[in-house]
Structure formats: C-alpha cells, structure tokens
C-alpha cells in the first residue's frame, strides 16, 4: 500500500484510489486515481499526454477528450480539499505538470502510512462530493431534510395501510353479520 502526501494532512491512497484528510475522504475512479498516482510519482515534471495515455489507459485506444475529462475530473475532485500543496498545470500541446509545493516537509511516499485498522472517522464536508467512480460521477450525499421528508412519505405510506385495513376489516366484519 502506498500514501502520498499531496497537503497538509492530505493523503493519496493508491490502493484504496481515495483522497482523505482529517475532515473528509473522496473515492476516485480508477483512471483518475491511476492519473494521481503518475502525477506523485512525477512531481514537477511535465509528462507528456502519450506517456499519460500508456501509464493510465495502456493498450486501450481513446481519444484525447478522455484524457481531458480523466484531467478535470481530478481537478474537481482536488477542489474538495482546502489544505492541498500541489496543482495540476496544463502545459498547451504537451502534457500536463503536478506541481508540488517543496515546502511541504513531508512530501515523500510512505509506505504503510496508516495501521491496517485504523477508528479514523471522516466527516463530509461537501455534502455534494461522495464518492467519485470511474468518470468520477458524483453521487450526493442524503442531507437530513431529504431523510425527513422520505421517514415523513413512510410514516404516511405505514398509516395509509394500517387505516386501509381497519376500513376493510370493520366492512369485512359489518357484512358478515348482516
């Protein structure tokens, strides 16, 4: 297993393809997470959009639009984090550069980072960012008004039915005595 420190407590994980911090954790797709992992393995060096292509997609022909969605996505996913110290930096008709601050005294890849098991909890902090999949789709987060509003549509379903059936069982029992 190995993490990448991309921030200030931010962490890359290339095996589980996720991004996390104290305050939150982003699953990435497996082309965005294998473009991420390129990129800490290049810091500030430009690498070209054919060795991108080999690295990422390999035998698999596409054009050059996926490589551009691959690229945003990451970015937006990125965009999620508040304590990042690297940007990824479009160099016109060549490729694309991760620029990581060298500041940043911990920029290393470390092998087993955390413990096997670790109780860290991640909150979400951008309830519309979850979980990334492979064309980093989004899918939302249920804020508590929505968790209201269906128990609330449940509760009414539940006493709909209960009410329904005392009505047919007291006409049920009314008809058989007469």
């Known amino acids: 297993m190995k993490d990448y420190v991309i921030g200030r407590n931010v962490f890359f994980n ?3 393809c996720n991004i996390s911090s104290t305050v939150q954790e982003i699953t990435l797709g497996s082309r ?3 473009l991420l992992e390129l990129f ?3 810091p500030n060096e430009v690498i070209n959009k054919t060795q991108i292509h080999e690295s990422v997609w390999g035998a698999v022909i596409v054009n050059e639009t996926s490589l551009t969605k691959a690229v945003s996505n990451l970015r937006k996913a990125l965009s999620g984090f508040d304590d990042l110290t690297c940007e990824i930096k479009t160099i ?3 490729g694309y550069i991760f620029i990581i601050d060298e500041k940043l005294d911990n920029w290393c890849i470390k092998e087993n980072l955390l413990p096997k098991e670790t109780n860290l909890s991640f909150s979400r902090q951008d309830k519309k960012m979850d979980t990334v999949s492979d064309e980093l ?3 939302n987060s249920i804020s508590p008004a929505v968790s209201k509003s269906f128990l609330n549509l449940v509760y009414i379903v539940i006493l709909s039915s209960l009410f ?3 009505i047919t069982t007291g006409l049920i029992t009314f008809i058989s005595q007469s």
């Open 14 to 16: 290339s095996l589980k």
């Open 32 to 34: 965005e997470a294998s």
């Open 40 to 42: 800490c393995k290049n």
């Open 92 to 94: 016109p008709k060549e």
């Open 137 to 139: 789709s989004l899918r």
């Open 164 to 166: 329904s059936s005392v």
